[in-house]
């Protein structure tokens, strides 16, 4: 349960951040580490569910 919901906040976060990204504006240092969280996040709940 925990683990959905902090996919959920990653996942929204990212959205907002590219669509920061969309309007032309510059990223900060947060938002790129953000960014590579939620690739980080995605890539082990797919490792995860591959070993189940």
Known sequence: MVESAVGAVVSQLS???????????????EDILLLYLDLQYKELKELH????
């Open 49 to 52: 569910s591959k070993l189940d």
């Open 15 to 29: 959205k907002k951040i590219l669509e920061k990204l969309e309007k032309g504006k510059k990223l900060s240092v």
